[in-house]
T-cell receptor
């Protein structure tokens, strides 16, 4: 069965500092990985997916199959990045998206 | 295009009562997913439905929980004889196609069992 692990419940960084939100997964095949974000008082929404290899709001994430990781990175954190971030995986022909427990990013001045 | 609509946003029930949570997917979406979020935990998959069919209910508790998505009307998650452990946020999501990780979420329904 697939599993997503986000080891940090809370990550606190200063404005302008680099950000790395960790995500590791377990699945023997080739999964699709996603990052979802939930800003304060807003609904959960898709941030980015690995197959599109794009940068959204300055965030990027690279799938590392050797380390089974999909860490989310941003070189310079902004206050508006403060939110809850969830890593998620869908595997093969599975019908469901599996989420990690989430990491709260707190960007302070 | 209105987003995924869930109601009620907040529901309070006493132990033993029934809870019904409703979800209207986005227009044009025929795939609905229910997730539960317990305190200090992530989103746990419960059930995946298409119109009039349950596709995957591997995350549903065996007893007291049921879900439907009729031909007309919203999807409904029903919890019978609620217990305190059912207190959680229940999220609905929809998508226009199957086997996708791109889901559109509702704002959630928070159930509190007294």
């Amino acid at each position: 069965a697939q599993r997503v692990t986000q080891p940090e419940k809370l990550l606190s960084v200063f404005k302008g500092a680099p950000v790395e939100l960790k995500c590791n997964y377990s699945y023997s095949g080739s999964p699709e990985l996603f990052w979802y974000v939930q800003y304060s008082r807003q609904r959960l929404q898709l941030l980015l997916r690995h197959i599109s290899r794009e940068s959204i709001k300055g965030f990027t994430a690279d799938l590392n199959k050797g380390e089974t990781s999909f860490h989310l990175k941003k070189p310079f954190a902004q206050e508006e990045d403060s939110a809850m971030y969830y890593c998620a995986l869908i595997a093969g022909t599975a019908s469901k998206l599996t989420f990690g427990t989430g990491t709260r990013l707190q960007v302070t001045l | 295009n209105a987003g995924v609509m869930q109601n009620p946003r907040h529901l309070v029930r006493r132990r033993g009562q029934e809870a019904r949570l409703r979800c209207s997917p986005m227009k044009g979406h025929s795939h609905v997913y229910w997730y539960r979020q317990l305190p200090e935990e992530g989103l746990k998959f419960m059930v995946y439905l298409q119109k009039e069919n349950i596709i995957d209910e591997s995350g549903m508790p065996k007893e007291r929980f049921s879900a439907e998505f009729p031909k007309e009307g919203p999807s409904i998650l029903r919890i019978q004889q609620v217990v305190r452990g059912d207190s959680a946020a229940y999220f609905c999501a929809s998508s226009p196609r199957q086997n996708t990780g791109e889901l559109f979420f509702g704002e959630g329904s928070r159930l509190t069992v007294l």
